[in-house]
């Protein structure tokens, strides 16, 4: 099963508290652009407007087949939750440093599921160190490798 969109930068900028699955309400020429991969969460963000939860930023082409339908790519889009997901969410994102964040556009069953996740900017110390262990982790794999050829 692979994703239609991957927002990579993301696990990069953020520390990921609490993932939830959502729908979307799409149109039918958008979920076949999405189906075709063409579809880009990165600068995009989720937003609680008056009870409800919609994904603002995300850029999804316009499907080049579709007959006279004037197709916005960035408009904000509606996000299928439970009353209980969203109440909680709300909570969540009235913390003091809390966002709420989309990760990926993925299928399941036959519909296009959204990953969103409430997070917490990282500081850029904590980027620097997170780099330092990967290349330390990454050394200590090679040099091990190394001495299993011998």
């Known amino acids: 099963m ?3 969109a991957r927002n990579k930068k993301a696990l990069h900028d953020f520390h990921i508290e609490e993932t939830y699955e959502a729908g979307l309400a799409l149109t039918g020429p958008e979920v076949k652009s999405i189906r075709e991969g063409r579809a880009n969460l ?3 963000y989720v937003r609680v407007r008056d009870g409800e939860v919609f994904l603002v930023g995300a850029h999804i082409s316009p499907y080049k087949n579709a007959t006279n339908v ?3 790519p ?3 889009r509606k996000l299928l939750l439970h009353r ?3 109440d909680r969410l709300v909570g969540k994102s009235q913390e003091e440093r809390k966002t709420i964040i ?3 556009l993925y299928p399941k069953n036959g519909l296009i599921k959204l990953e969103i996740a409430v997070a917490s900017r990282k500081r850029q110390y904590d980027k620097r160190r997170e780099i330092a262990k990967k290349t330390a982790q990454r050394e200590i794999e ?3 490798k190394e001495r299993l050829r011998r």
Request: proline share 10%.
């Open 2 to 4: 692979s994703d239609f």
């Open 42 to 44: 990165r600068e995009s």
């Open 70 to 72: 004037p197709q916005d």
């Open 74 to 76: 960035t408009r904000d």
């Open 84 to 86: 209980k997901e969203i």
């Open 102 to 104: 989309p990760l990926r």
């Open 142 to 144: 090679r040099a091990m």
